[in-house]
T-cell receptor, first 113, second 117 residues
Framework: DAGVIQSPRHEVTEMGQEVTLRCKPI?????LFWYRQTMMRGLELLIY????????DSGMPEDRFSAKMPNASFSTLKIQPSEPRDSAVYFC???????????FGSGTRLTVV | AQTVTQSQPEMSVQEAETVTLSCTYD???????LFWYKQPPSRQMILVIR??????QNATENRFSVNFQKAAKSFSLKISDSQLGDAAMYFC??????????????FGAGTILRVKS
């Protein structure tokens, strides 16, 4: 089991550019979560999917953020245009229905300059 | 909405000694899950221990144990025989079982644990 795989591990981009973060959940897991971690706000949920369907996107900060899950094995989080305040570590996590635990990926550290 | 509070931004412990990290939460629900996650400098989020609210018995995982006080809405983590590898940020997290709140985790702000040799 390779775990939850996120790419890239680090991303540095210029303000105004589009950024796409990628996540491959564990095979068989049917829930997928995107979290953002910053010093100021801690870990906050951005959006989560059940069976590839977005359930709660109330944490998405603004229209510049969008997330998709076209199939059970892939999800993306896109920021367009990016701003310096988007700099954070973005985590993806997945869970199998009926299980307690969530498995997190290693995160993507995004720096917008 | 549920909230999780970790009132200790930072804690220190001597190697081989015991330390307790505090966590309180606010909820009107009677059934839920509670978790402690460890985040070392590698930033990987690692599940340390979990507790089901309907269980009165405190969860234990090797050197890690919890003190779950449901009425007080308190969920502290005790680390015995602390090791250098325990140094990390520790997060307390709550998960509702209500369909209304979904199955998302709500995290506290975290406690940095330093282990002195």
């Amino acid at each position: 089991d390779a775990g939850v795989i996120q790419s890239p591990r680090h991303e540095v981009t210029e303000m105004g550019q589009e950024v796409t973060l990628r996540c491959k959940p564990i095979s068989g897991h049917n829930s997928l979560f995107w979290y953002r971690q910053t010093m100021m706000r801690g870990l906050e949920l951005l959006i989560y999917f059940n069976n590839n369907v977005p359930i709660d996107d109330s944490g998405m900060p603004e229209d510049r953020f969008s997330a998709k899950m076209p199939n059970a094995s892939f999800s993306t989080l896109k920021i367009q245009p990016s701003e310096p305040r988007d700099s954070a570590v973005y985590f993806c996590a997945s869970r199998f229905r009926g299980n307690y635990g969530y498995t997190f990926g290693s995160g993507t550290r995004l720096t917008v300059v | 909405a549920q909230t999780v509070t970790q009132s200790q931004p930072e804690m220190s412990v001597q190697e081989a000694e015991t330390v307790t990290l505090s966590c309180t939460y606010d909820t009107s629900e009677s059934d839920y899950y509670l978790f402690w996650y460890k985040q070392p400098p590698s930033r990987q989020m690692i599940l340390v221990i979990r507790q089901e609210a309907y269980k009165q018995q405190n969860a234990t995982e090797n050197r890690f144990s919890v003190n779950f006080q449901k009425a007080a809405k308190s969920f502290s983590l005790k680390i015995s025989d602390s090791q250098l590898g325990d140094a990390a940020m520790y997060f307390c997290a709550y998960r509702s079982l209500s369909r209304e709140y979904g199955n998302k985790l709500v995290f506290g702000a975290g406690t940095i644990l330093r282990v002195k040799s």
